[in-house]
């Protein structure tokens, strides 16, 4: 089976030419047959749109997961934000109600809930990004959401994901 590597946050603007090589390199020694990115890759110069972008997003899942959910038993879901509150975590904490909106799509993670609370023999695992505090969220008994840690000019892999 394929083994995956799980990348967040990385910040590629943070680092020199040579930096970025060593980092491809890592990456390229680490023989895994995919790399798949959540988070940050760059600095974008306004966040303007991404509200209308991340609605976009939650339509679309909405109208996917139902297929999903009845082929498969197990689903990957990569995400640049965390889809909930549990899952946005920075230095150490769970984001506070002021921050949340800017660290979180609750759309998708309504979307995410609904669906997998009513196929309760299904399980989603989350991947995600953008807050750069790293942990575990269950959701729900079929529902787990990672979140990658970061730190700038410091990318690192994840986590390396044996798929089966």
């Not at 943070?14 to 988070?39: K, N, Q, Y």
């Not at 940050?40 to 939650?58: C, K, R, S």
């Not at 269950?138 to 690192?156: H, I, K, M, Q, S």
Request: a negative charge; aromatic letters at 6%.
């Amino acid at each position: 089976m394929p083994d995956l590597l799980w990348l967040t946050d990385i910040h590629l603007d943070f680092l020199d030419t040579d930096g970025r090589r060593r980092f491809f390199r890592r990456i390229g020694e680490s023989c895994a047959d995919g790399v798949v990115v959540t988070g940050d890759i760059g600095e974008a110069d306004t966040v303007e749109g991404h509200l209308a972008e991340l609605a976009e997003a939650a339509a679309h899942l909405s109208e996917a997961l139902p297929g999903a959910l009845a082929r498969y038993s197990r689903l990957l879901v990569l995400t640049h934000v965390p889809p909930f509150r549990e899952a946005c975590r920075y230095a150490g904490r769970i984001a506070d109600g002021d921050h949340l909106p800017h660290f979180s799509s609750q759309v998708v993670g309504e979307v995410l809930e609904a669906h997998l609370r009513a196929n309760p023999s299904r399980f989603a695992t989350v991947l995600c990004g953008h807050t750069h505090g790293g942990g575990k969220a269950e959701v729900l008994p079929n529902l787990t959401v990672f979140t990658g840690a970061a730190d700038y000019g410091r990318p690192r892999i994840q986590k390396v994901l044996h798929l089966s």
